[in-house]
Structures are given as structure tokens and as C-alpha cells.
Nanobody, 125 residues
């Protein structure tokens, strides 16, 4: 069992930065690939970014590529999402999730077995 707790969301202006954190319980954190997803009001949940167990492989949605950076610290059981040059379209609830599937499925939400409760990110124009 892994529990995930996100933090770091908030209200910012367009062009600002935020860093989201996701703290995981349990001693097997390094066994999981981790992902960030987001869901805006009236829209389906979408993949944002993913990282493999070691941090050596990462993936990003086209909409955030070049602006967001995912990283992890297995010693701290934490995964991060650094978000720069934020846009109003980035407004959503952001969720972190843990997956035991291979990295080839990092973008697939159903591959994830544990989810956090989400943190709200609001970007004003």
C-alpha cells in the first residue's frame, strides 16, 4: 500500500512558476514509476508527465514540454513537478500517481494503482 500526498498548488499569475511535490508513504517508493495528471473543470483527466523508477527516463505531454520538469528523490520518497511559464490553460487539479507497469505505459491512467488526493493549481491571466 502506498499513500500519496500532493502539495504546492496555489493561485499564480500567467508566467509564474510553481513546484508541486508528492510525498509517498511506504518503503517501496523506488519500485514505482510515477506520473502527474491533471483535470480541469468539465474536461477529462490528462497525462502531464511521468518518470521511471530511477529518474533516468521522463516523458511529457506536448502541452507542457519545455515548461515543466519532473524529478524524483527516492531517498525522500518524493516526486516533484517544476512548472514554469504557467498559462491559464494549466489551471486544473493536479494528481500524482504510482504505477507498477512498464515505462511504455507511463501515459496511460489505468496503469496507475495509487493516486493522491490532488492539489489545485489556478493560473490567472
Amino acid at each position: 500500500q502506498v499513500q500519496l500526498v500532493e502539495s504546492g498548488g496555489g493561485l499564480v499569475q500567467a508566467g509564474d512558476s510553481l513546484r508541486l511535490s508528492c510525498a509517498a508513504s511506504g518503503r517501496t517508493f523506488s519500485a514505482y514509476a510515477m506520473g502527474w495528471f491533471r483535470q480541469a473543470p468539465g474536461k477529462e483527466r490528462e497525462f502531464v508527465s511521468g518518470i521511471n523508477w530511477s529518474g533516468g527516463s521522463t516523458d511529457y505531454a506536448d502541452s507542457v514540454k519545455g515548461r515543466f520538469t519532473i524529478s524524483r528523490d527516492n531517498a525522500k520518497n518524493t516526486v516533484y513537478l517544476q512548472m514554469n511559464s504557467l498559462k491559464p490553460d494549466d489551471t486544473a487539479v493536479y494528481y500524482c500517481a504510482a504505477s507498477i507497469a512498464g515505462f511504455s505505459r507511463i501515459r496511460i491512467g489505468t496503469s496507475y494503482v495509487y493516486w493522491g488526493q490532488g492539489t489545485q493549481v489556478t493560473v490567472s491571466s
